[in-house]
């Protein structure tokens, strides 16, 4: 009795320590607290993909009926589709923004935002992050860089166009393009902000990682999701600086004059005075961060999948440190490829074939992980819950566009392939539709922990299945396009002979995007829904083993009431042989499960050994256990 | 139970937080990295560095950061031997050389000007000797941000685990952009 009491003398001291008076505003605005920034992470990020989604049907719609006219266009977009018709200058300003967009805000800040927030203190066992309030700062800065983004569709010129990697001289000269004015202008201010929110969103998450697990937790005992947050963080510390080293000498490009990457240009009969500088370094510097970039995107997809895929195949993951060890060779090589990015710029062949080989190298640790989660799924007893479907979608997806990467990595091939829709297809698959369904499986997985409810599972399955075949339908097809040698960021191909069999397949494609966006329809109804209506959501509705689910399901400041619970085993103790149900949670210590104990569960620990050993002979093994 | 629940009680723990700094200090490094090979790959590919004769102002501002570098640990010592005042008189000391060291490195970017070598120009190599101490001495304002809190912590009634946490992470960053600067005057001397 007397413990329970200091629970809750503690709970009151914590109380008046953690939140003073929980206003409306420090609760929901201003909030300090891990659980409600990851919310507000994920709904802007939701936001952000709808807006970027909707950008990329109208440059869909331009593909597939270049010669047709849209009055509706004109009614949303004014005279940036005058007559019904998307103008060139404005598509390429689409395609830009899409791709920023989905790449910076929906699969970087929207995904390792949301669940590194929601599930680092939440499943190694901390009352919140090392520093609350640079947390809450890393999304007020996120929010504003999204801001800044959207309002370049409210001024003149339009936004930036010069594609998400804003290659000089369209980015440097401000007269280049309609869209290298204010629009690009915007585009940097934006992404300052945006890299500073990373920042200090990655810092805090590797602080609070190796400074702040519970008892009991050490880095061997970690879900596979907190390795993957904590690499790809480290990745962003690591390379986010560059690219803000590289926009630093852009900036000063555009707007002092300098000439760091601007050299020989003439625009129109006008001979600029910039020399000496040269273009391919600021591609050096941006595809440095670029790359590890990629990695970014798809490490936290990784992370949840591996989980979820383990939960709901109720067996451990198949080679938990391979697993590490395949994250971690990941982002020591996500370092040392980024000039495969550049094989046609004048790259002397022999650096060209040491980032070859660099590159093909990540098929190794990609493909480790790619046969653990097979045999994962091998015989295990199969829970096809949506956000189980969704995992075992990131996987399919990671195959059929990682096995293209294969074909692009190699510097020989890429001469061909470079610039192509073949390209588009690839990252699309491996990177793009990957990263959104791992982000979607752990929308579904942990949708209970961060409302207390559960969403409609029939929608899910429906979401499922048509963005499934959908974004398939898509992609698939322009990979054919990219092996004739259809470019991307082509305005219409009705100008060349020999493109123009591909019109067909454009209005195919297009058909199945609006097939696909529509399908988000049943996911937001879903989600949106859910929150107040949805089914009051168990402590522990998947069953699993994790440190998040002995929280209780009521948020609270500080996560749970009381002690911080003691981890005594990994995370992936499922179906374990001689054990009465088929999950482990990481808080029953061995000394409650001596029928199912193994003797590696000891770690070498002689006495631990000895009571199991006595145990067993106290208590002989019946022949049908198990 | 009682002995682990004192485990769990929120003091304040620093741990984590002085962390947060030392990655700072790493992402911090890495851009001036990015910035530096910017430098090397430009200078490789067109076969030249800025080529200037370093202006002497540069030497002075060194000498000022270091020996402003040296009034913060003598703070840092002071303030382990619980003599609060010193330790607010060397935090002072440092912020006028800090000063010092912003005002030669407009001077030297004046007598940079003097002799023709201006920001903008056909030489990228010499655009960076602006651009870049630019950079660091905007590292210069936040870390005067640093210490002007540890100089706040010290004169109010703040505990002495907190007045010292605040002068650790004045001097793990104060170092740090010390070190950095000595990294740029020495790597722009090597690269002419």
């Known amino acids: ?626 | 139970m009682v002995l682990s629940m004192e485990n769990t009680q929120d003091i304040f723990d620093p741990k984590p937080k002085k962390f947060i700094v030392w990655l700072f200090v790493v992402s911090s490094t890495i851009m001036f990295g990015g910035f530096t090979s910017y430098y090397l790959v430009f200078a490789a590919s067109k076969g030249k560095g800025h080529g200037l004769v370093l202006p002497d102002a540069f030497i002075y501002s060194t000498l000022l950061i270091i020996a402003s570098s040296i009034t913060l640990t003598i703070a840092s010592v002071a303030l382990r031997k619980l003599n609060f005042s010193l330790q607010r008189k060397m935090l002072w000391l440092t912020i006028v050389l800090a000063f010092g060291f912003g005002f030669m490195q407009f001077m030297a970017w004046g007598s940079m000007v003097k002799t023709g070598a201006t920001l903008v120009g056909n030489n990228a190599a010499i655009s960076f000797i602006y651009v870049v101490p630019l950079m660091h001495l905007f590292h210069i304002i936040a870390g005067l941000g640093f210490i002007t809190s540890s100089l706040v912590g010290s004169y109010k009634n703040i505990t002495l685990a907190k007045n010292k946490f605040r002068m650790e992470i004045t001097s793990i960053f104060w170092h740090f952009i010390d070190i950095l600067w000595i990294y740029l005057y020495v790597f722009l001397l090597l690269n002419r």
């Open chain 1, 1 to 626: 009795m007397s413990t329970i009491a200091l629970h809750d003398e503690h709970n009151h001291d914590h109380a008046d320590h953690g939140h003073h008076k929980e206003t409306l505003i420090s609760k929901y605005i201003f909030s300090m607290d891990h659980k409600m920034i990851a919310k507000q992470f994920l709904v802007t990020g939701i936001i952000m993909a709808v807006i970027a989604m909707g950008l990329s049907i109208l440059f869909r719609i331009q593909l597939a009926w270049p010669d047709k006219n849209f009055p509706f266009l004109e009614t949303f977009l004014g005279k940036w589709a005058e007559g019904g018709r998307i103008k060139s200058d404005f598509y390429l300003a689409l395609v830009t923004i899409h791709g920023t967009i989905m790449v910076f805000f929906v699969l970087t800040a929207g995904l390792s935002g949301t669940f590194s927030n929601l599930l680092i203190p939440l499943q190694i066992g901390a009352r919140d992050m090392a520093s609350p309030f640079l947390n809450m700062l890393s999304y007020w800065f996120f929010f504003t860089a999204c801001v800044i983004m959207m309002s370049s569709f409210f001024i003149q010129t339009g936004p930036a166009s010069g594609g998400w990697t804003v290659y000089p001289p369209l980015s440097a000269l401000p007269t280049a393009i309609p869209g290298s004015g204010m629009g690009m202008t915007l585009w940097l201010i934006s992404m300052v902000l945006f890299v500073a929110s990373s920042l200090m969103g990655g810092i805090n998450y590797v602080s609070t990682i190796l400074n702040m697990r519970t008892k009991g937790m050490d880095l061997w005992k970690m879900p596979l999701t907190i390795w993957a947050f904590f690499l790809t963080a480290i990745l962003g510390i690591l390379s986010f600086p560059v690219l803000v080293a590289g926009v630093v000498l852009l900036v000063f490009d555009r707007s002092f004059g300098t000439s760091f990457y601007l050299s020989d240009i003439v625009m129109g009969t006008n001979i600029l005075p910039n020399e000496g500088g040269s273009p391919i370094l600021w591609q050096h510097l941006f595809w440095f961060l670029g790359h590890p970039e990629v990695y970014i995107v798809i490490m936290p997809a990784l992370g949840i999948s591996s989980e979820v895929i383990s939960v709901n195949s109720r067996k451990p993951i198949f080679g938990y440190h391979a697993m590490v060890y395949s994250l971690i060779g990941i982002t020591v090589l996500s370092f040392i490829v980024w000039g495969h990015h550049m094989f046609v710029t004048g790259m002397n062949p022999l650096l060209g074939g040491v980032f070859m080989i660099t590159t093909l190298i990540i098929a190794v640790p990609s493909a480790v992980k790619t046969f653990n989660y097979l045999a994962t799924l091998w015989r295990g007893n199969i829970r096809f819950t949506p956000a189980m479907l969704f995992a075992i979608g990131l996987v399919s997806f990671f195959i059929s566009g990682g096995l293209t990467g294969i074909f692009l990595g190699n510097a020989s091939l890429d001469i061909n392939l470079h610039d192509t829709y073949f390209v588009v297809a690839h990252f699309h698959l491996v990177m793009g539709s990957a990263a959104i369904f791992g982000m979607l499986a752990g929308v579904y997985h942990w949708y209970p922990k961060m409302f207390g409810r559960m969403m409609n599972a029939k929608l899910g399955y429906l979401h499922f299945w048509l963005t499934f075949i959908a974004a398939y339908l898509v992609f698939f097809p322009l990979h054919f396009l990219g092996l004739d040698g259809v470019p991307r960021r082509y305005y219409a191909f009705t100008e060349f002979e020999f493109m123009k069999k591909w019109l067909t397949v454009n209005v195919f494609v297009t058909w199945a995007a609006i097939i696909a966006a529509l399908a988000q329809v049943a996911f937001l109804f879903n989600f949106f829904y859910s929150i107040y209506k949805g089914k009051k959501a168990p402590q522990n509705p998947w069953e699993s083993n994790t440190l998040e689910w002995t929280a209780p399901v009521e948020h609270l400041h500080g996560n749970w009431p009381g002690e911080i619970p003691t981890v005594y085993r990994w995370p992936y103790d499922y179906s374990k042989p001689g054990h009465d149900a088929d999950f482990i949670p990481q808080t029953v210590p061995f000394s409650q499960t001596m029928s199912s104990n193994l003797p590696h569960d000891f770690e070498g620990n002689e006495e631990a050994e000895k009571i199991q050993q006595d145990w067993e002979i106290a208590n002989p093994v019946t022949e049908n256990k198990g």
